[in-house]
């Protein structure tokens, strides 16, 4: 089973609200990863997860907070988001920060 | 320039038609090859991947690597319009903690 699960499916949000992404992996995975994705682009990495300790931060701004409470679970704490924030946050995960990637199925945000 | 070099399309092509994609990148380090399918509004379905220089086929796909001209295809055969989605490579450097490289993204439609 190669699933990757994220809740919730679409979340539309104010500026000034503080919502919650979550994702979930099965699969013994030890590295997980958040990506942002702006239509017709292509994923851009936001951070990554080695053994439950973050490993890479791509310059995120700090509106953005991720999460790992135990190696199946990654979440991604929102907070005064901003309308260009607006895209699709994916979830991916892999057996280790060197191999192949599997993603789930993405929540689509809206931020107004 | 960029690291990964991949035709954003779109690319129309006849049901039971090759489809074929291809991407290019500037970086020998790079040592891991893997090719997406996303449908819109969907996350990245993993399709192939290979570490090797040479062809991996899985049914109707074929992956091919050239290392020595930094060059790599996905050739689809007998395409359907189920095959219609934007097709992107990825591509990890050793050593890079997950940090995919991905191209722009291959819109391809299948026209029945």
């Known amino acids: 089973d190669t699933e990757v699960t994220q809740t919730p499916k679409h979340l539309v949000m104010g500026m000034t609200n503080k919502k919650s992404l979550k994702c979930e992996q099965h699969m013994g995975h030890r590295a997980m990863y958040w990506y942002k994705q702006k239509a017709k682009k292509p994923p851009e990495l936001m951070f990554v997860?080695?053994?439950?300790?973050?490993?890479i931060n791509e310059s995120v701004p700090s509106r953005f907070s991720p999460e790992c409470p135990n190696s199946s679970l990654l979440n991604l704490h929102l907070h005064a988001l901003q309308p260009e924030d607006s895209a699709l946050y994916l979830c991916?995960?892999?057996?280790?920060?060197?191999?192949?990637?599997?993603f789930g199925p993405g929540t689509r945000l809206l931020v107004l | 320039q960029k690291e990964v070099e991949q035709d954003p399309g779109p690319l129309s092509v006849p049901e039971g038609a090759i489809v074929s994609l291809n991407c290019t990148y500037s970086?020998?380090?790079?040592?891991?090859f893997m090719w997406y399918r996303q449908y819109s509004r969907k996350g990245p379905e993993l399709l192939m991947y290979?570490?090797?220089?040479g062809n991996k086929e899985d049914g109707r796909f074929t992956a091919q690597v050239d290392k020595s001209s930094k060059y790599i295809s996905l050739f689809i055969r007998d395409s359907q319009p189920s095959d219609s989605a934007t097709y992107l490579c990825?591509?990890?450097?050793?050593?890079?903690?997950?940090?995919?490289?991905f191209g722009a993204g291959t819109q391809v439609v299948v026209t029945p």
């Open positions: 997860y080695s053994y439950e300790k973050l490993s």
């Open positions: 970086n020998s380090a790079f040592q891991y």
């Open positions: 990825a591509i990890l450097k050793t050593d890079s903690w997950g940090k995919l490289q």
């Open positions: 991916a995960s892999s057996h280790a920060a060197q191999e192949t990637q599997y």
């Open positions: 290979t570490y090797s220089s």
